[in-house]
């Protein structure tokens, strides 16, 4: 069995050291990110916006003998969501809102 050279030793550890930071970087700015991302909602909510509503489908989901679902249509119904890259103040984001706009309950 080869030994493996110091080259290629030293080229793993870069490229290791490499991932690392960058993984580093990713939480950083998703840290930096969300007060950023508040203190614009916030803006905005003082301007008379930052909030608004959609539209979305209620679901019930209700277990049935067998690990089977049955699937009950509950009308719609408009929640109001928050004009911002993160969910703000319990409300969903609007933009993730409008990608989901089924909610369904599980029983």
């Not at 490229?15 to 969300?34: N, P, T």
């Amino acid at each position: 069995m080869e030994r493996p050279n110091a080259i290629n030793l030293s080229i793993e550890k870069y490229v290791i050291s490499l991932l690392v930071r960058g993984v580093m970087y990713l939480v950083l700015a998703a840290v930096a990110a969300y007060p950023l991302d508040w203190a614009i909602w916030r803006a905005r909510v003082a301007a008379g916006g930052g909030v608004g509503q959609l539209q979305v489908s209620q679901m019930t989901a209700a277990e049935m003998k067998g690990g089977k679902e049955t699937y009950y249509f509950d009308g719609t119904s408009t929640v109001d969501c928050s004009k911002s890259l993160f969910p703000q103040t319990g409300a969903g984001a609007c933009w993730w809102v409008a990608r989901h706009p089924v909610v369904t309950t599980k029983y």
